[in-house]
Nanobody
């Protein structure tokens, strides 16, 4: 069992920046990919950015050029730097681990509880 804890959310004005962190209780190097998803009220949960175990990154078109995902394997932490924030970025942001290899030889997916990001003037 792996726990993911997000932090860094808050209220910012349009054009501002936030840096989200996701601290994992397990080794993120055991996961095929880690990433960030977001969900606005009444909307589905959509991918924002992912980074694979090989270091490849993928971004939603709406955040390309504004958001940057990174990781620190030694700290078992994933980051999301968000710049030039827009009101439409407002959502609960969730950390996700895909294909985490357990000590029992199987693979699990894990989600954090989420952190609120609100972009408003």
């Amino acid at each position: 069992q792996v726990q993911l804890v997000e932090s860094g959310g808050g209220l910012v004005q349009p054009g501002g920046s936030l840096r989200l962190s996701c601290a994992a209780s397990g080794s993120i190097s055991r996961a095929n990919a880690v990433g960030w998803y977001r969900q606005a009220p009444g909307k589905q949960r959509d991918v924002v950015a992912i980074i694979t175990s090989r270091g490849d990154t993928n971004y939603a078109d709406s955040v390309k050029g504004r958001f940057t995902i990174s990781r620190d394997n030694a700290k078992n932490t994933v980051y999301l730097q968000m710049n030039s924030l827009k009101p439409e970025d407002t959502a609960v942001f969730y950390c996700n681990m895909q294909g985490y290899r357990t000590d029992w030889g199987d693979y699990h997916n894990y989600w954090g509880r989420g952190t609120q990001v609100t972009v408003s003037s």
